[in-house]
């Protein structure tokens, strides 16, 4: 009887350990992460960083810089290091995202959200368990061009997930 006891108590227990280990996306992980880019809270410490370009989309797909697709979410505003020797480098370093998300306040200050991979050809990529997506360039302008791309929301929750392109949380 004491097992018996003893086993419908555990099951529960272990089994929301397990689904809240899962929806954990990753975040132990992505304490370095966090670190490396806390600094760029301040948009003017990413500027001095190197992430010095706000990518601008095609009218096509509703111009600017803010990155949104309908239902879907946002991406909100890429800041990335186009600098010759930048990071946009064809090298994926964890700790060196190429791009920093950004999203727009009432008051025209940027919160930093989340980060941006971008791999230029080779193999697909993979970090934090998760594997790159292939993405056209098509809304930047480069219909011919796909490189591979890894989003990680690491300071803004995604309802969709750590790693989902888009945020129903960011706004453009």
């Given at each position: ?8 108590t ?6 929301i ?9 990753g ?7 966090r ?5 760029y809270?301040d948009?003017q ?10 990518l ?19 991406m ?19 700790s060196?995202p ?5 999203e ?6 940027f919160?930093?959200t989340?980060?941006?991979y971008i791999?230029?050809?080779g193999p ?5 368990g ?16 796909n490189?591979?791309?890894l989003h990680?929301?690491?300071w ?17």
């Amino acid at each position: 009887m004491r097992l018996r006891v003893l086993i419908v108590t555990l099951v529960p227990v272990l089994a929301i350990a397990l689904v809240a280990s899962a929806l954990g996306g990753g975040q132990s992980e992505l304490a370095a992460l966090r670190e490396a880019t806390a600094k760029y809270h301040d948009l003017q410490a990413a500027i001095d960083a190197g992430y010095v370009t706000e990518l601008p989309q095609t009218a096509a797909f509703g111009g600017g810089t803010c990155i949104a697709n309908g239902a879907d979410g946002a991406m909100g505003i890429h800041m990335l290091d186009t600098r010759p020797g930048g990071r946009l480098d064809g090298n994926l370093d964890a700790s060196e995202p190429e791009a920093l998300l950004y999203e727009k306040r009432n008051d025209g200050t940027f919160k930093l959200t989340g980060v941006e991979y971008i791999v230029a050809g080779g193999p697909q990529p993979e970090l934090y368990g998760q594997d790159f997506a292939d993405t056209n360039l098509a809304r930047f302008g480069n219909p011919s061009a796909n490189v591979w791309t890894l989003h990680a929301w690491v300071w803004k929750p995604n309802p969709g997930g750590m790693f989902d392109p888009w945020n129903t949380s960011v706004t453009c």
